[in-house]
């Protein structure tokens, strides 16, 4: 079965850190792209952080920029977003989804700026930033 897995979501403290993990099933993740959103309450989905298939190129929201990282492990046909210093306002389910779409940034800016139709999403993961 052909599928995205997230985990790591939870409950996390203003300023402390949390991993979250997209991991394929049923494919191989070197040939796409993958970009993180996520969808608090009332909002409209938005855009987070997105990487390459190769060569790593990212783009990542004002928002999260320095304090969320994405990378991947194509070893382990998984991707990551480190999220440090969150904040109440990053409260949301987080999704994460994959395309096979050009290497640049500029490719990841549109994706983050949901310009693509994703071809594999997951069923997401509430990140819930509270003390």
């Known amino acids: 079965q052909v599928q995205l897995v997230e985990s790591g979501g939870g409950l996390v403290q203003p ?3 949390l991993r979250l993990s997209c991991a394929a099933s049923g494919f191989t993740l070197d040939r796409y792209a993958i970009g993180w959103s996520r969808q608090a309450p009332a909002k409209e989905r938005e855009g987070v952080s997105c990487i390459s298939h190769w060569y790593g190129y990212t783009h990542d929201a004002d928002s999260v920029k320095v304090r969320f990282t994405i990378y991947r492990d194509n070893a382990k046909n998984t991707v990551y977003l480190q ?6 306002e990053d409260t949301a389910v987080y999704y994460c989804a994959s395309r096979r779409v050009g290497t640049s940034s500029v490719h990841m800016e ?5 310009q693509y139709q994703m071809d594999y999403w997951d069923h997401g993961t509430q990140v819930t930033v509270s003390s």
Do not use: D
């Not at 549109?110 to 949901?114: E, I, L, P, S």
């Open 83 to 88: 999220m440090n210093h969150p904040k109440p």
């Open 15 to 17: 300023g402390g850190s």
């Open 110 to 114: 549109r994706m983050c700026a949901g």
